[in-house]
């Protein structure tokens, strides 16, 4: 499924008919899971498309160790949505913002799941629930960007 | 109370209220909490203000003391000021200044 919006308008009503989704807004080329170097700070610490301040990792950084509110962020309703999606929009003047999103039931690799945030309604975060080697890690949050789907802000891309 | 995930949360929110000369809402960061609707209008609006500083930092090389980008510490702030003012019953001021960006 491949839709596009132009307005934040569109982008509700797109959302809204989806039902029970988790998204990310993502800037344009970037990877939904999985960050590069210019996504991140000039010094942060990113392994294998993974930053390391996301998760709880081991002492040697070869592991991401389960933690119920750590991990990647995505918003599970369009409220949430919107004002990250302004966030975002704002820190990268000039490029196209997209939303990539999941069923909220979607199956996910053996050891991820998806962790409503205690403290922010619309938040989740997707974690690790057993120890999982980085390695590991990196495939299987390619394998959850190949089942999410992108919504594409075609009003930027114009 | 504003609960952070990281602390540095914290020292990003001191460190743009203290920049931005902003006394009220280094008061709110320091007691943790809004006495009213009117200081909820001025922490939705602060957060706001935040983020474009911390941009207008990153455009101009300002060297700032954390790893992270501001991107990355306005978001996680986003969830912990917005999480916060929502359980304080701030809901609407909150969505409505955001509305207003």
């Known amino acids: ?158 | 109370m504003i609960r952070y995930k990281f602390e540095e949360e914290l020292v990003f929110a001191n460190f743009y209220a203290k920049k931005l000369n902003d006394s009220k809402a280094q008061h709110i960061f320091e007691v943790g909490e809004v006495a009213d609707k009117e200081e909820a209008e001025y922490l939705s609006a602060f957060f706001w203000r935040m983020v474009d500083s911390s941009i207008e930092d990153e455009k101009n090389g300002v060297d700032l003391p954390w790893d992270e980008n501001s991107e990355f510490w306005t978001e996680k702030l986003l969830n912990s000021i917005g999480g916060y003012l929502e359980r304080a019953g701030y809901e609407g001021e909150w969505d409505k200044e955001s509305d207003r960006q």
């Open chain 1, 1 to 158: 499924m491949n839709l596009h919006f132009h307005t934040m308008d569109d982008l509700r009503e797109a959302i809204s008919d989806l039902g029970d989704i988790l998204a990310r807004p993502t800037r344009h080329l970037s990877h939904p899971t999985l960050y590069r170097r210019r996504d991140v700070g000039k010094n942060e610490k990113i392994i294998k498309g993974i930053r390391v301040k996301d998760w709880l990792l081991s002492d040697d950084q070869r592991w991401a160790l389960p933690h119920d509110q750590m991990g990647l962020s995505f918003s599970s309703n369009y409220k949430n949505l919107k004002k990250v999606y302004k966030l975002k929009e704002r820190h990268n003047p000039g490029s196209a913002t997209h939303v990539f999103w999941v069923l909220e039931e979607a199956d996910l690799p053996s050891g991820l799941k998806f962790e409503a945030d205690r403290d922010k309604k619309g938040h989740y975060f997707l974690t690790v629930t057993e120890p999982i080697l980085l390695e590991k890690l990196v495939e299987k949050l390619r394998a959850v960007a190949q089942r999410m789907s992108i919504i594409q802000n075609a009003g930027r891309l114009l």
